[in-house]
T-cell receptor, first 115, second 117 residues
Framework: SAVISQKPSRDICQRGTSLTIQCQVD?????MFWYRQQPGQSLTLIAT?????????ESGFVIDKFPISRPNLTFSTLTVSNMSPEDSSIYLC????????????FGPGTRLLVL | AQKVTQAQTEISVVEKEDVTLDCVYE???????LFWYKQPPSGELVFLIR??????QNEISGRYSWNFQKSTSSFNFTITASQVVDSAVYFC??????????????FGSGTRLSIRP
């Protein structure tokens, strides 16, 4: 499995500000994903980060609120924009080695608290 | 539509007891994958196992075993001789498989397992 790191590991932010979360993988992977886990809840897919093109967002998530970049095969960022307390969650990135690899491996997550 | 149900919200057992975590899924596809992930208090999600829909053999890995039954759409997870380190939230998940692409994973709501010393 790949080694995945996320920065920051946690943050406390003020309402109305934005935070960019980084996800770095130690090897090239085709597929990268971003998930949100609200307090005490399960994981929900936000979007698939596509290298060289716009991310593919799931229903209920929009690019203006969660812009995503994927400049190469080992790195992606997720920005949480204009934050409100409802955005307080754990944000996790996951990777699949290639498009036929069904298993996703997850990063350690970023714990975000919005005041 | 795909759905994963983990009816047990929380389970608490005494160390060394066996415990089974239930998972029931719904899908219209004939080709799909089932997963179990563990989320310890640290928050990271640890992959435990993947099964495809064509492989109904039960699997054992140390103290962990999985029982996949297509007839009842269940993929249950048993921990034998539980240990305090097994305390975590366990997620069952499902993805439908298209041959050429990694698919969206649908997670169950999770079961919080507490092992008391």
């Amino acid at each position: 499995s790949a080694v995945i790191s996320q920065k920051p590991s946690r943050d406390i932010c003020q309402r109305g500000t934005s935070l960019t979360i980084q996800c770095q993988v130690d090897s090239q992977v085709t597929m990268m994903f971003w998930y949100r886990q609200q307090p005490g809840q399960s994981l929900t897919l936000i979007a698939t980060a596509n290298q060289g093109s716009e991310a593919t967002y799931e229903s209920g998530f929009v690019i203006d609120k969660f812009p995503i970049s994927r400049p190469n095969l080992t790195f992606s960022t997720l920005t949480v924009s204009n934050m409100s307390p409802e955005d307080s969650s754990i944000y996790l990135c996951s990777v699949a080695r290639d498009s036929s690899e069904e298993t996703q491996y997850f990063g350690p997550g970023t714990r975000l608290l919005v005041l | 539509a795909q759905k994963v149900t983990q009816a047990q919200t929380e389970i608490s057992v005494v160390e060394k007891e066996d415990v089974t975590l239930d998972c029931v899924y719904e899908t219209r596809d004939t080709t799909y994958y089932l997963f179990w992930y563990k989320q310890p208090p640290s928050g990271e999600l640890v992959f435990l196992i993947r099964r495809n829909s064509f492989d109904e053999q039960n699997e054992i890995s140390g103290r962990y075993s999985w029982n996949f039954q297509k007839s009842t759409s269940s993929f249950n997870f048993t921990i034998t001789a539980s240990q305090v380190v097994d305390s975590a939230v366990y997620f069952c998940a499902l993805s439908e498989s298209w041959y050429s692409s990694a698919s969206k994973i649908i997670f169950g709501s999770g079961t919080r397992l507490s092992i008391r010393p």
